[in-house]
């Protein structure tokens, strides 16, 4: 949503920092297929249960996600729709994007391709950096919170 509110208004946006990298990388094959067994039927039955077994897939690797993260993803799965596929920016959006942009991703995201994600991402006009976060999968803020505070810190007060 940052990039694109980027691409669209320039003028207004100072820098972006994309950690939730939707729209720049189409979702994995692999995705669509856990989809099925884990995601469905979670919303289908929205049980702590189920929101652990997604959040683990998610969370890989790291540790299992905490009583509150299980907690929050019941409450997701109740009350939000999601049509589970974000559109693609299109090559134009990308180059629109002047702000400074720090592009983070974890090199073992279950739902983006990481080497896709970075090579869209040459595609921004401002971009900053483009970086893979070992030891991280999709929820890089959860798994690796010191070094994405880091980074997004670091950037910030670059400008």
């Not at 946006?13 to 884990?38: E, S, Y």
């Not at 702590?48 to 969370?59: F, I, P, Q, S």
């Not at 299109?90 to 942009?101: G, K």
Request: hydrophobic share 45%; charged share 25%.
């Amino acid at each position: 949503m940052a990039m694109k509110a980027a691409a669209f208004a320039p003028d207004r946006i100072d820098r972006v920092c994309a950690i939730g990298t939707a729209g720049l990388a189409p979702l994995r094959f692999a995705f669509w297929l856990r989809t099925i067994d884990l995601a469905i039927p979670a919303f289908i039955s929205p049980s702590k249960a189920n929101a652990l077994r997604v959040l683990r897939w998610l969370y890989s690797p790291g540790p299992p996600p905490d009583r509150r993260w299980v907690e929050w993803q019941v409450l997701l799965l109740k009350h939000f729709s999601s049509s589970l596929n974000p559109p693609m920016l299109r090559t134009s959006e990308l180059e629109d994007i002047v702000a400074p942009t720090l592009v983070l991703t974890g090199a073992k995201d279950v739902v983006f391709d990481p080497d896709q994600v970075s090579r869209r991402a040459q595609r921004i006009a401002g971009l900053a950096s483009a970086e893979t976060i070992q030891d991280s999968g999709h929820m890089l803020p959860l798994n690796q919170p010191e070094k994405a505070a880091d980074r997004v810190r670091s950037f910030i007060k670059k400008g």
